[in-house]
């Protein structure tokens, strides 16, 4: 029961253009949203989160907007950078601890 | 360097071998987490700390896998017997109290052969 799903396996963007992530939920009871990035062989790393009670949240080149009529949330990331090219996670958290991933999209920024 | 730390990075073992892998959290944290991710999908909550009291496991925790956080610092994950579908990286993550995000150590890759 997949309950956080993020559709595009892959992405490509041009260096310096805006990448969209996309994710999509089904459990009305998530409170907190998370994105994560990560490197091969590293652990996931946080990036940015947004309550359930917000809409946005921004900082610095990344930007995540939550739809909750929708259960979608997306990730902008402006201007994208090489070193931006990693698998990103969208997680969304219920019962004030657990974390449910979704499958993860992987972003290649070309120069 | 203050992160979550994970020990060993890399295992290989014969199936039916027990192996056991270590966490350690960022100090200040009470939570701590593990997950399991294999290729291809998110990372999968396998149990949770609070302290030194284990509050939840999951159901793709078998009766082969135990994990301790004796007194709630350090963790370790136990998994015997071991299958072949054992096989993934172990993450482990630590936490405070509250809506705070988990921070990630860098995982056990398991390989059983």
């Known amino acids: 029961d997949q309950q956080v799903k993020q559709n595009s396996p892959s992405l490509s963007v041009q260096e310096g253009r805006i990448s969209i992530l996309n994710c999509d939920y089904t459990?009305?009871?998530?409170?907190?949203f998370l994105w994560y990035k990560k490197y091969p062989a590293e652990g996931p790393t946080f990036l940015i989160s947004?309550?359930?009670?917000?809409d946005k949240n921004e900082d610095g080149r990344f930007t995540v907007f939550l739809n909750k009529s929708a259960k979608h949330l997306s990730l902008h990331i402006v201007p994208s950078q090489p070193g931006d090219s990693a698998v990103y996670f969208c997680?969304?958290?219920?019962?004030?601890?657990?974390?449910?991933f979704g499958a993860g999209t992987t972003v290649t920024v070309r120069a | 360097d203050t992160g979550v730390s994970q020990d060993p990075r890399h295992k290989i073992t014969k199936r039916g071998q027990n192996v056991t892998f270590r966490c350690d959290p960022i100090s200040e944290h009470n939570r701590l987490y593990w997950y399991r991710q294999t290729l291809g999908q998110g990372p999968e909550f396998l149990t949770y700390f609070q302290n030194e009291a284990q509050l939840e496991k999951s159901r793709l925790l078998s009766d082969r896998f135990s994990a301790e956080r004796p007194k709630g610092s350090f963790s370790t994950l136990e998994i015997q017997r071991t299958e072949q579908g054992d096989s993934a990286m172990y993450l482990c993550a630590s936490s405070s109290q509250g809506p705070y995000e988990q921070y990630f150590g860098p995982g056990t890759r398991l390989t059983v052969t």
């Open positions: 947004i309550s359930s009670i917000k």
């Open positions: 997680a969304a958290r219920s019962n004030d601890y657990k974390l449910s």
């Open positions: 459990n009305s009871m998530f409170d907190y």
